[in-house]
């Protein structure tokens, strides 16, 4: 956890001072050094962006800076890259963003919802990047996948699943909880979702990271390898479309009821491919982080998992309280429409506008302890993890029932789940995930 005092440039390592705008790298990483760095840099040349605070998940101590000293912050630096944003810190604030759809907008054609902007030939307009009214009636047509009849139908599915998926699992020996489970369990719900054939499911896992891996990062794909993907997912997508388009009656997935409802029949290719890659991430991020995060931190908090293990009824406030302190999509970004004042400062019209939910949950103005992992915490729905206003996650309560199957399932079986090493994380400032965790189930 990040320490809560801020280091002097004199009590700093060696390291300091840095010459400007230079930071660590990863190749250079010693234990401390990072957080060190972050605790006494001068808040301008600290991009919190770069995919390094959040492969080596340093970034904690730097937004408790700028909740204390900064909550709305100009970022100047590579602005090539992302040409400069407002970073929001603290709760309130990001409930007045968040809320403001007036003045803060998600349009794709302004940017989107992401802190760099769309390719400009290749703008993929979806829902959640759009402004009312467009985007309630598009929204409305998939809301009936998350119907609380539709839920109640899902219920046994997920936990025949579930239970399959752990008495599938090696016993004293070690493997990827990532792949064994997080992925494998809710690339099978996505599958379900879109009635995408279930042999097939990883693609859907594959596509999902493509879209919002960071191009800058060494080793991910970059921009006309990127666009080739997703046009190869659209490709294969329309294949299943024109299947279901011409069905007497909608069926119960994703695909028929954007092919059938009259707000999204006629919806052109990229914005089918918008929205399909909006429901691909969310259906995905959320509950596979969540998963991850939720064995991590009971491991690293073994009194909280022992509280779990006396007493399984707290598995509801769990779940609430894992997605509070994983919060799987680290930001989301609005485009000021006109000149407004935010927290003193002047924003211009056509600045980008980071909401920080990762800074808002551990935000003490509103939670109380917030950087502690309590189970069994007050008031535990009351997080950021799925938004607000308009665009809050349309599929939180299915995230939720995931979670929940899940860890009453595990509690039946195993006493506990070790984590042997620490995890691979995901280099973004976006998707606040997890590439591996190794774990072992005692014999």
């Known amino acids: 956890m990040a320490s809560q005092h801020t280091l002097s440039r004199e009590e700093a390592p060696p390291m300091w001072p840095l010459p400007p705008r230079i930071r660590p790298t990863l190749a250079d990483h010693q234990p401390g050094t990072l957080t060190a760095y972050l605790q006494a840099a001068p808040l301008d040349e600290v991009d919190i962006a770069d995919p390094l605070w959040w492969e080596t998940d340093t970034h904690w101590t730097f937004f408790k800076r700028l909740r204390d000293e900064a909550p709305i912050h100009f970022t100047a630096l590579n602005k090539e890259r992302h040409r400069g944003y407002w970073s929001v810190t603290r709760w309130a604030d990001i409930m007045a963003v968040d809320t403001n759809h007036q003045v803060f907008s998600s349009d794709a054609h302004l940017g989107g919802i992401t802190l760099f902007d769309m390719d400009s030939d290749f703008i993929m307009p979806m829902f959640i990047a759009m402004d009312q009214p467009k985007h309630d009636v598009q929204r409305k047509a998939v809301n009936p996948i998350v119907s609380g009849q539709n839920l109640a139908d899902f219920e046994g599915l997920i936990r025949s699943r579930t239970q399959e998926v752990l008495d599938g699992l090696p016993r004293g020996e070690v493997f990827d909880w990532v792949d064994r489970v997080s992925i494998e369990l809710t690339s099978r719900m996505l599958a379900t979702l879109f009635d995408f054939p279930q042999e097939h499911r990883r693609k859907l896992t594959y596509w999902s990271d493509i879209a919002t891996a ?230």
Request: glycine share 8%; hydrophobic share 40%.
């Open 214 to 443: 960071d191009p800058e990062v060494p080793g991910n794909l970059q921009k006309e390898e990127r666009q080739a993907v997703l046009l190869g997912m659209l490709q294969e997508f329309m294949g299943l479309w024109n299947e279901r388009v011409n069905d007497p009656e909608p069926k119960g997935d994703l695909i028929s009821m954007l092919a059938h409802n009259p707000a999204t029949r006629n919806m052109p290719p990229m914005e089918f491919m918008g929205n399909l890659v909006l429901l691909i991430v969310g259906g995905n991020d959320t509950t596979r982080n969540s998963i991850t995060g939720g064995l991590y931190f009971l491991n690293k908090n073994p009194a909280e998992y022992a509280k779990l293990r006396a007493n399984p009824e707290l598995i509801e406030p769990m779940v609430s309280e894992i997605i509070r302190y994983q919060t799987p999509l680290a930001h989301m970004r609005r485009t000021a429409l006109e000149d407004t004042i935010l927290g003193g400062q002047h924003i211009r019209k056509g600045d980008k506008v980071i909401m920080w939910y990762v800074s808002g949950n551990r935000d003490e103005r509103a939670i109380e302890n917030p950087d502690a992992f309590i189970i069994d915490r007050p008031r535990a729905r009351q997080h950021m993890s799925f938004g607000f206003g308009i665009h809050r996650c349309v599929g939180n309560r299915l995230a939720e029932l995931q979670l929940k199957i899940l860890w009453e399932e595990i509690i039946k079986r195993f006493d506990t789940i070790e984590v042997v090493a620490e995890p691979e994380r995901v280099p973004s400032a976006f998707v606040k995930g997890y590439k591996s965790l190794m774990v072992r189930i005692p014999a």
